[in-house]
């Protein structure tokens, strides 16, 4: 059964049995992911999801002759990440999350399955009350949510709740590091093509390929792709807007961890 109509008939119907198989056949996947890795594989410590087009860096759009990824394609990046290591994901949504149906399956999936930390990347701080409900639902302790400086303020109130809310824009002068290490982040876009950072997304000499034609851990430890960005000038003022690694920092730095 394709991922996205079993999350249907779930909601609908609330079947048992369906779950726990969906859940053994991620596991099983992790396993065989796991077992099948050589000593040298390269290993992964977050996802970082564009699963709206808008979010594109340098006004470079998506490829109209590639398919968006649906549900059962983000659900299997998402193993396959979780069993290079990852422990944070990080999704682009965009202004409404409304607009982004997929995510409520995509999170629940990676924090029962995966018990990974999920940050939500907002460009608005409009958020409707059957967006919060849902929020709700998540586990609190292991989502939290980002936006930039204008917007982050408004959602506050949030944390009161039990979420963490991240500002996405960070200034260097606020004690932001550089990430170095791209190779630690596997970036995906909305038409499936991995690259090695959201700095760098849409960019095609940048890209490692899609997601649909080999399994992720052999595009990351393929030396002839372009894991590294050599041109540091291309670093933004304020640092990557919403970098995961950056992201968690923050929430440390809060938690005293």
């Known amino acids: 059964m394709k991922a996205k109509h079993y999350w249907e008939q779930q909601e609908r119907i609330g079947h048992p049995f369906d779950l726990p198989q969906r859940i053994s056949e991620g596991i099983d996947a992790c396993r065989k992911n796991v077992e099948g890795k050589s000593a040298d594989s390269a290993t992964v410590r977050y996802i970082w999801i564009y699963l709206t087009d808008d979010g594109l860096r340098h006004g470079h759009g998506g490829h109209d002759d590639q398919?968006?990824?649906?549900?059962?394609?983000?659900?299997?990046?998402?193993?396959?990440?979780?069993?290079l290591g990852a422990e944070w994901m990080v999704v682009y949504v965009g202004a409404s999350l409304s607009h982004a149906p997929l995510i409520w399956r995509m999170c629940s999936w990676a924090q029962e399955v995966h018990d990974l930390n999920v940050g939500l990347h907002l460009t608005s701080n409009c958020l409707s009350?059957?967006?919060?409900e849902r929020l709700m639902r998540l586990d609190r302790e292991r989502t939290f949510l980002v936006a930039d400086e204008t917007a982050v303020s408004s959602l506050r109130f949030l944390e009161?709740?039990?979420?963490?809310?991240?500002?996405s824009d960070l200034h260097l002068d606020e004690g932001v590091t550089r990430c170095n290490k791209p190779a630690n982040i596997a970036c995906v876009g909305p038409n499936g093509q991995l690259?090695?950072?959201?700095?760098?997304?849409?960019?095609?000499?940048y890209a490692l390929g899609d997601v649909r034609d080999k399994r992720l851990s052999d595009v990351l430890r393929d030396e002839s792709l372009p894991h590294t960005i050599e041109d540091t000038s291309r670093f933004p003022e304020h640092g990557c807007d919403a970098c995961p690694p950056l992201m968690v920092e923050q929430i440390r730095r809060r938690d005293g961890g």
């Open 129 to 132: 009350e059957d967006d919060i």
């Open 67 to 83: 398919p968006e990824l649906n549900l059962d394609d983000w659900l299997n990046i998402i193993d396959e990440s979780a069993a």
């Open 160 to 167: 009161e709740r039990g979420l963490h809310v991240c500002q």
């Open 195 to 205: 690259f090695s950072c959201g700095l760098v997304l849409g960019e095609q000499e």
